[in-house]
C-alpha cells in the first residue's frame, strides 16, 4: 500500500467514524450552552438510529438512494421527539438533569428493540440495503493528491457535518438567538429580567439537541452499523459528551474533538492495516478519547469553561 | 390537591412512581395489543410463585443491593455516581482473577481474600474520580462515565492479553472457579429448587446492616452527610471536605465492586467478557433512587427490581410479551421519581401544629438576654 493510498484510507475511515460524534456532540453543546444538561444523548442516538432503520427497510423500495437521507432526517425528528422528555422533565418539573438524561440512557435501548420484537418478531432488525455508502465529491475529488485523499470514497454525511458545525457555530455566536441562548445557560435570571424567555430558550436547546443526536445515530446505524439490536448505540452518546467538554463547549471545538475521537476509533478498527500502528494494542485507541476527557478536565482546573448555569434549574417566581 | 402529612408523602412518592410505572408498561402493551393483566400475573407468578423462581429473585436482587449502597453513600456526600457499572465489573474481574489464580488455598482464606480484592478493584476506580474531585475540582458525573468505559476495555485488553491462558477456556470466558473460592451453598440452592440464590444475600443483608450503622450512628456517616448537605458548614466546623469527598468514593466503590464479586463468585462462577456498561450498575442506581438511599428502601426496591427482572423471563414465554417492558417499566419509575416536583404541586404537606412541650408552672423558655430574646413566662392558671 503506498502512502498516498494509506492517507486516504485514514482520512475516509476516520470520517466515517465522526460523522455520528460530531452531530451528536453538536446537539451537546446547544442543549448545555441554555443550561441543561444532557447525558441522554445516548439514548436519543439510539432512538435515531432504531426509527431511522424502521424507515430504511420499511420505503427502501420507495426511495431509492435518497433513502438513507431521509432515513436520517426521520431519525433526527423523533430524537427531538424524544428529547421532549428530558425538556419537560427538567424546564417545567425541575427534574435533576443527570436522573433525568439516565432515563433517557435507560429507556430508549429497551423502547426500541420492545418495538422491534413486536415488528420483526426478532431481537435484531434485518439488514439495510441502502446504506450512506461511500461518496465521490464532484468537482473536488478531481483537485490532484488532495481530491484522492479527502473527496474520494468519503463519507457525505462527514461533509454535511462539517458544513453544519459551521453554520450552527455561525447561529450560537453571530445571531441574537444564540445569544440569547448562552445568556439563559450563564445567567437565566439576567436574560429574564431583560425579557428573555428561558424556558423557551431552554427548549430550544434541549430540542435542537434532540435533532442532531437524532441525526447522529440515524447516520451511526445507516453508514456503520446497518441493522438495528440491543447492541448498536453503545458509548458513541457518551464519546459526544466527551467531545463537547473536550471541545469546551464551542461547535468547532467539539467538531475537532470530535474528528480526533474518530480519528481514534477507526485506528482500534484499521489499526492491523496499517504498518506501525498494527503492534500498539488496540486498548490504547479504545480508552483514548476517555481518558483525553478526563486529563482535559483535570488540566482545565480553575477556567470555568463550562456555561455557568449549566445544570441548574431555573425556577421563575425565585 | 391533597392534603396529608409529610411521614405520608415519604411513602406515597415511590409507591405512586411504582404504579405510574407499570401503568406506563400497561399503555405501552395495549398499544401493541398484548394482554397487560395475563402479562404482568405471569410475571408475578413466575418470580414468586415458586420456590426456584424465589431463589432467582433473591438471587438477582443480591448484587443491586451491594450497587445501591454504593450508590447511596456517593449521593448522600453529594456526588452522583454513574461509575458503578465500571465499579463493580473490575471487582468482577479481580475476584474471579483472585480465585482461579489461588485454586489450593483453603476457602477460609481464599474467599475472603477475592472479596476483598473485589472491592479494592472497585474502591481503586471510584478513588480516581474522588481524587479527581476532591484536589481538581473535577465534575464526578464526567469523570465516572469516562472511566466505565476505560474499565470496560481495559477489561476485554486484561481478558484477551493478559491473563494466562491456563485460567481462561478461551478469550471469551474464564474457567469456572473451583468450589473453595466460591459464594454457592448446596442446601441453599437446593432449598430454593435448584436456583442459583447463593450465600451473597447473607452479604448482602450484613451490608445493608453495616450501611445503616455507618450512616446512623458513626462520626464517618455524619462528616459524609454533613458534607454532603453543606460543604461550607461542615469545612467550618473542622471537616475535612477533601477527605470525606475521598472517602465516600471509596466506600461507595468497594460496594459497587462486592456487587460485582457477587455476580463472578455466586451467579455465573466465571468471567466473560462485557461488550456494554453491566447491568447491575444501571439496575442499582434505580434502585437506590427509589429506595430514596434508605437500608430498607434498598433492600424492598432491589427484591421489587429483582422480582421484574426475573418474572419478565416468565412473562416472555407464559404471555409472549417481549423481555424489554420489564426495563421500560424500570426506566418509568424513575422517570417519575425524577420529576417528585409534580407531587409537591399534587400533595401539600399539612401544616403540622408543633407541638409544643408543655410546660410545668413557671417554668420558663430561654434565658432572658438581648441576644435570644425575652424570657418567656407562663402564665398561671387559677
Request: some cysteine; overall charge positive.
Amino acid at each position: 500500500m503506498n502512502f498516498e493510498s494509506l492517507l486516504a484510507l485514514i482520512v475516509s475511515s476516520t470520517l466515517v467514524y465522526s460523522a455520528p460524534l460530531i452531530l451528536t456532540s453538536l446537539g451537546g453543546v446547544y442543549s448545555e450552552n441554555s443550561g441543561i444538561v444532557n447525558i441522554g444523548l445516548e439514548g436519543i442516538m439510539t432512538v435515531g438510529a432504531f426509527t431511522s432503520i424502521i424507515f430504511n427497510l420499511t420505503f427502501a423500495h420507495a426511495f431509492g438512494s435518497a433513502t438513507p437521507w431521509i432515513g436520517a432526517l426521520v431519525g433526527a425528528i423523533f430524537g427531538s421527539i424524544f428529547s421532549l422528555l428530558h425538556a419537560f422533565a427538567t424546564i417545567n418539573l425541575r427534574a435533576d438533569h443527570i436522573i433525568s438524561g439516565t432515563v433517557l440512557n435507560l429507556l430508549a435501548p429497551p423502547l426500541g428493540v420492545f418495538l422491534i420484537k413486536a415488528i420483526y418478531e426478532k431481537g435484531q432488525t434485518p439488514n439495510i440495503t441502502a446504506n450512506f455508502g461511500y461518496t465521490n465529491i464532484p468537482g473536488l475529488a478531481n483537485i490532484p493528491v488532495i481530491g484522492k485523499i479527502f473527496f474520494t470514497n468519503t463519507s457525505a454525511p462527514a461533509w454535511w457535518a462539517i458544513i453544519i458545525t459551521i453554520f450552527l457555530w455561525w447561529v450560537l455566536y453571530k445571531t441574537r438567538l444564540g445569544l440569547r441562548l448562552r445568556s439563559t445557560g450563564e445567567n437565566p435570571q439576567a436574560a429574564d429580567t431583560l425579557g428573555i424567555n428561558v424556558y423557551k430558550m431552554r427548549y430550544i436547546g434541549v430540542l435542537t439537541s434532540g435533532f442532531m443526536a437524532g441525526l447522529g445515530g440515524a447516520v451511526f446505524a445507516q453508514s456503520i452499523s446497518g441493522n438495528f439490536s440491543i447492541s448498536t448505540i453503545v458509548g458513541q452518546g457518551f464519546m459526544a459528551l466527551a467531545a463537547v467538554i473536550f471541545g469546551k463547549w464551542n461547535p468547532i471545538g467539539a467538531m475537532l474533538s470530535s474528528l480526533f475521537f474518530g480519528f481514534a476509533q477507526s485506528l482500534s478498527i484499521i489499526g492491523n492495516q496499517l504498518p506501525g500502528i498494527a503492534k500498539i494494542p488496540t486498548v490504547y485507541m479504545q480508552i483514548a478519547p476517555y481518558v483525553i476527557t478526563i486529563v482535559v478536565l483535570v488540566l482545565f482546573l480553575g477556567k470555568s469553561v463550562a456555561p455557568a448555569a449549566d445544570g441548574v434549574n431555573y425556577i421563575k417566581s425565585k | 390537591m391533597i392534603k396529608v402529612s409529610a411521614k405520608a408523602k415519604h411513602y406515597l412518592v415511590p409507591i405512586i412512581s411504582v404504579f405510574a410505572g407499570f401503568l406506563v408498561g400497561a399503555i405501552i402493551m395495549l398499544i401493541w395489543s398484548y394482554n397487560p393483566i395475563t402479562a404482568y400475573a405471569s410475571m408475578f407468578t413466575s418470580a414468586l410463585g415458586n420456590m426456584n423462581g424465589l431463589g432467582e429473585t433473591i438471587r438477582e436482587a443480591t448484587p443491586l443491593i451491594f450497587t445501591a449502597i454504593g450508590f447511596a453513600i456517593a449521593s448522600k456526600a453529594g456526588f452522583f455516581n454513574i461509575g458503578l457499572p465500571g465499579q463493580a465489573q473490575a471487582g468482577w474481574l479481580t475476584s474471579v482473577w483472585v480465585v482461579l489464580a489461588n485454586p489450593n488455598l483453603p476457602k477460609y482464606i481464599l474467599l475472603p481474600l477475592a472479596i476483598i480484592a473485589g472491592a479494592f478493584a472497585g474502591a481503586i476506580v471510584a478513588g480516581i474520580a474522588g481524587f479527581l474531585r476532591a484536589y481538581f475540582g473535577t465534575n464526578e458525573v464526567i469523570t465516572t462515565i469516562m472511566l466505565n468505559y476505560i474499565v470496560l476495555y481495559l477489561c476485554q485488553y486484561l481478558m484477551q492479553q493478559i491473563m494466562p491462558a491456563s485460567l481462561r477456556n478461551d478469550t471469551d470466558t474464564t474457567r469456572n472457579i473451583p468450589a473453595n473460592g466460591s459464594l454457592h451453598l448446596d442446601w441453599l440452592s437446593q432449598l430454593f429448587g435448584n436456583s442459583r440464590i447463593n450465600a451473597g444475600i447473607f452479604l448482602g443483608i450484613i451490608a445493608l446492616l453495616i450501611y445503616w450503622f455507618l450512616m446512623k450512628k458513626t462520626t464517618v456517616g455524619f462528616e459524609i452527610k454533613a458534607v454532603g448537605l453543606n460543604p461550607f458548614a461542615s469545612r467550618y466546623a473542622g471537616m475535612s471536605a477533601k477527605k470525606n469527598i475521598i472517602l465516600s468514593m471509596l466506600l461507595s466503590g468497594a460496594f459497587a465492586g462486592i456487587g460485582g464479586v457477587v455476580q463472578g463468585l455466586g451467579t455465573y462462577q466465571n468471567y466473560f467478557t462485557q461488550t456494554s456498561s453491566i447491568a447491575i450498575g444501571w439496575d442499582g442506581l434505580s434502585v437506590a433512587l427509589l429506595g430514596n438511599s434508605t437500608a430498607w428502601g434498598i433492600l424492598i426496591a432491589s427484591l421489587l427490581f429483582s422480582t421484574l427482572k426475573i418474572g419478565g423471563l416468565g412473562m416472555q414465554t407464559v404471555a409472549g410479551v417481549p423481555y424489554e417492558i420489564v426495563s421500560i417499566v424500570i426506566a418509568a419509575i424513575i422517570f417519575f421519581i425524577a420529576i417528585k416536583y409534580v407531587f409537591d404541586l399534587l400533595f401539600k404537606v399539612k401544616k403540622t401544629t408543633t407541638e409544643q412541650h408543655p410546660l410545668k408552672k413557671g417554668e420558663e423558655i430561654g434565658p432572658d438576654n438581648g441576644v435570644d430574646g425575652p424570657n418567656l413566662k407562663l402564665q398561671k392558671k387559677g
